[in-house]
């Protein structure tokens, strides 16, 4: 895979980046059927009561309708998450919504949920079957819903059987008031409500975590209410974090003033420092998916010793080809062994404080 990257990336790059993603979802779904390659069994990571083969996922955005989700296990992922999925199929927002910042190294997109809906998600991933692999289902509201928290509890119940785990995305930026979920009341409404329609489907389709994906562009203060709402009604996980409305100064693209949510390089450092400061409120009480600006063991590793205990990628893929997986799994055991680390359990949240406080930043990686 690494080396038809290598042949087929100027024409996807010469292509407009919304058809060139959709031409690389295309080629997964005619990715021959064979097993995923074998693990370091170091990587194993147990969360959320699942065992992942590695911490290795791919996060919500590549896979929106659940086209291609056994393909992305079979290059190695040791997760996938499909979505955002919304109740009725939506549009989404117009386009262009989608830019690549090469000088950057990342990603600016403003898709607002264009989803196909939950029916037609839900065919395809009841059609896998028992294929097995860890397929979580990210769930989302539609923008001209009048209710936005009754469209995730309908989420959490169309997908009881298909799902491996849920997450509840409340982090776009993408669609109008949609982080207004993030303010106390209304999470702990939002939070109560998913999570009885879950216990009440668990008798049919087993018990599914669910986790909560919150953004990057949070105060303290707001850290301190969301942390103590998700602790209070005992969610099973969350992840750090979704797409930064900022734009560093740093920034050098042409398309960086564009509206939409930043990912990929450029928000590593600020993801991080999130991520860490979340971990230090959690105290133990869930595991963490680390994102943003994964896009070599080193930054994964980085997340790890932050406080994540599984990581997510997506952006970075853009420049660097499905061959990157593959790359960080085979970084990560010498990072470990560098460490003096028996596995990577025992790495998590080392360097948190330091993240959390500023004194390790991402300057240090480069």
Same mark, same amino acid.
Request: charged share 20%; hydrophobic share 45%; no cysteine.
């Given at each position: 895979m690494k080396a038809l990257f290598g042949l087929a990336r100027p024409v996807l790059m010469a292509l407009d980046p919304e058809t060139a993603h959709g031409a690389t979802i295309k080629a997964l779904r005619l990715l021959p059927p064979g097993p995923a390659p074998a693990d370091d069994p170091a990587l194993a990571v147990e969360a959320f009561g699942l065992r992942f083969p590695n911490p290795v996922g791919m996060a919500a955005g590549f896979d929106k309708n659940g086209e291609t989700p056994d393909a992305l296990l079979r290059l190695g992922f040791g997760f996938t998450e499909v979505g955002t999925i919304t109740p009725r199929p939506q549009p989404g927002n117009p386009k262009p919504r989608l830019f690549r910042l090469p000088e950057d190294m990342g990603v600016i997109n403003r898709f607002g949920f264009n989803s196909e809906g939950h029916a037609a998600v839900h065919a395809r991933l009841k059609a896998r079957g028992a294929r097995g692999g860890i397929v979580g289902v990210n769930v989302g509201a539609n923008k001209e819903s009048t209710d936005r928290t009754a469209d995730y509890v309908s989420g959490v119940t169309a997908f009881a059987d298909v799902a491996t785990y849920f997450t509840m995305n409340i982090s776009s930026p993408n669609t109008p008031g949609l982080r207004d979920l993030q303010q106390a009341a209304a999470l702990d409404d939002l939070l109560a409500r998913a999570i009885d329609a879950r216990d009440a489907a668990a008798a049919r389709f087993g018990r599914k975590p669910l986790l909560l994906k919150v953004a990057p562009d949070l105060t303290e203060g707001d850290l301190d209410d969301i942390v103590r709402v998700s602790r209070d009604r005992k969610i099973d996980g969350m992840i750090v974090a979704n797409t930064t409305i900022e734009r560093p100064a740093s920034l050098r693209s042409r398309y960086a003033q564009e509206a939409g949510g930043l990912s990929g390089k450029p928000l590593f450092g600020l993801a991080t420092k999130t991520l860490a400061q979340v971990w230090r409120r959690v105290e133990g009480q869930f595991p963490i998916v680390g994102a943003g600006g994964v896009d070599s063991a080193e930054t994964a590793f980085a997340k790890i010793e932050a406080g994540a205990s599984?990581?997510? &990628? @997506? !952006?970075?893929?853009?420049?660097?080809?499905?061959? &990157?997986?593959?790359?960080? #799994?085979? *970084?990560?055991? *010498? &990072?470990? #062994?560098? *460490?003096? @680390? %028996?596995? &990577? %359990? /025992? %790495? $998590?949240?080392? %360097?948190?404080? /330091?993240?959390? !406080? *500023?004194? $390790?930043?991402?300057?240090?990686l480069g």
């Amino acid at each position: 895979m690494k080396a038809l990257f290598g042949l087929a990336r100027p024409v996807l790059m010469a292509l407009d980046p919304e058809t060139a993603h959709g031409a690389t979802i295309k080629a997964l779904r005619l990715l021959p059927p064979g097993p995923a390659p074998a693990d370091d069994p170091a990587l194993a990571v147990e969360a959320f009561g699942l065992r992942f083969p590695n911490p290795v996922g791919m996060a919500a955005g590549f896979d929106k309708n659940g086209e291609t989700p056994d393909a992305l296990l079979r290059l190695g992922f040791g997760f996938t998450e499909v979505g955002t999925i919304t109740p009725r199929p939506q549009p989404g927002n117009p386009k262009p919504r989608l830019f690549r910042l090469p000088e950057d190294m990342g990603v600016i997109n403003r898709f607002g949920f264009n989803s196909e809906g939950h029916a037609a998600v839900h065919a395809r991933l009841k059609a896998r079957g028992a294929r097995g692999g860890i397929v979580g289902v990210n769930v989302g509201a539609n923008k001209e819903s009048t209710d936005r928290t009754a469209d995730y509890v309908s989420g959490v119940t169309a997908f009881a059987d298909v799902a491996t785990y849920f997450t509840m995305n409340i982090s776009s930026p993408n669609t109008p008031g949609l982080r207004d979920l993030q303010q106390a009341a209304a999470l702990d409404d939002l939070l109560a409500r998913a999570i009885d329609a879950r216990d009440a489907a668990a008798a049919r389709f087993g018990r599914k975590p669910l986790l909560l994906k919150v953004a990057p562009d949070l105060t303290e203060g707001d850290l301190d209410d969301i942390v103590r709402v998700s602790r209070d009604r005992k969610i099973d996980g969350m992840i750090v974090a979704n797409t930064t409305i900022e734009r560093p100064a740093s920034l050098r693209s042409r398309y960086a003033q564009e509206a939409g949510g930043l990912s990929g390089k450029p928000l590593f450092g600020l993801a991080t420092k999130t991520l860490a400061q979340v971990w230090r409120r959690v105290e133990g009480q869930f595991p963490i998916v680390g994102a943003g600006g994964v896009d070599s063991a080193e930054t994964a590793f980085a997340k790890i010793e932050a406080g994540a205990s599984l990581i997510q &990628l @997506y !952006s970075s893929m853009v420049f660097a080809g499905p061959g &990157l997986v593959g790359d960080i #799994k085979r *970084g990560l055991p *010498g &990072l470990l #062994k560098k *460490g003096r @680390y %028996a596995r &990577l %359990a /025992d %790495a $998590v949240g080392v %360097a948190a404080n /330091d993240w959390a !406080s *500023g004194k $390790v930043s991402a300057n240090r990686l480069g």
